[in-house]
């Protein structure tokens, strides 16, 4: 995740930079092809991945504008709970996506798995949940419950 917000995950924009791109291999992104693969890109601005946030916001019952960068979509995303413990359930959440979206990323490159964005969001919720049982100090929450009321389940 810090590196994300620094900037320096090799994205297909930053290995170019550094010349460490295979030729013939260009630096548009894995998923749409169009843009070109920046971090910004990677985890907020591609169409795939701009469908993932906002099927997670509409699980977690809020909205937000996307904004330009990553730091102000941390922000967006953490300062959305006065609770503590909502604010760190959120926080684990926004890093699980992160993780989830660049493993999906990076299987798409090296595997060449296809994975759909609902599939993507299922297993951003699954991670969440199972750092929640084993990093949060709250008590247990059946997988339904937190798939139906994270907020309820960051809450115990």
């Given at each position: 995740?810090?590196?994300?917000?620094?900037?320096?995950?090799?994205?297909?924009?930053?290995?170019?930079?550094?010349?460490?791109?295979?030729?013939?291999?260009?630096?548009?992104?894995?998923?749409?092809?169009?843009?070109?693969?920046?971090?910004?890109?990677?985890?907020?601005?591609?169409?795939?991945?701009?469908?993932i946030?906002?099927?997670?916001?509409?699980?977690?019952?809020?909205?937000?504008?996307?904004?330009?960068?990553?730091?102000?979509?941390?922000?967006c995303?953490?300062a959305?709970?006065?609770?503590?413990?909502?604010?760190?359930?959120?926080?684990?959440?926004w890093?699980?996506?992160?993780?989830?979206?660049?493993?999906?990323?990076?299987?798409?490159?090296?595997?060449?798995?296809?994975?759909?964005?609902?599939?993507?969001?299922?297993?951003?919720?699954?991670?969440?949940?199972?750092?929640?049982?084993?990093?949060?100090?709250?008590?247990?929450?059946?997988?339904?419950?937190?798939?139906?009321?994270?907020?309820?389940c960051?809450?115990?």
């Amino acid at each position: 995740m810090w590196k994300a917000l620094l900037d320096r995950i090799p994205s297909r924009v930053n290995l170019e930079f550094r010349h460490c791109l295979p030729s013939g291999v260009g630096s548009n992104c894995v998923w749409c092809g169009v843009a070109a693969e920046s971090t910004t890109h990677i985890f907020l601005h591609c169409h795939l991945v701009r469908n993932i946030w906002m099927k997670l916001m509409e699980w977690l019952d809020f909205n937000f504008i996307m904004p330009p960068n990553l730091f102000i979509h941390w922000e967006c995303w953490s300062a959305r709970a006065l609770n503590k413990k909502i604010r760190k359930g959120l926080r684990m959440i926004w890093q699980a996506a992160i993780w989830v979206i660049w493993s999906v990323r990076n299987n798409c490159i090296f595997k060449e798995e296809v994975t759909r964005w609902d599939e993507v969001v299922d297993a951003i919720k699954v991670l969440s949940w199972r750092w929640l049982l084993g990093r949060l100090k709250t008590p247990a929450c059946m997988f339904y419950e937190w798939e139906w009321s994270p907020r309820d389940c960051l809450l115990r």
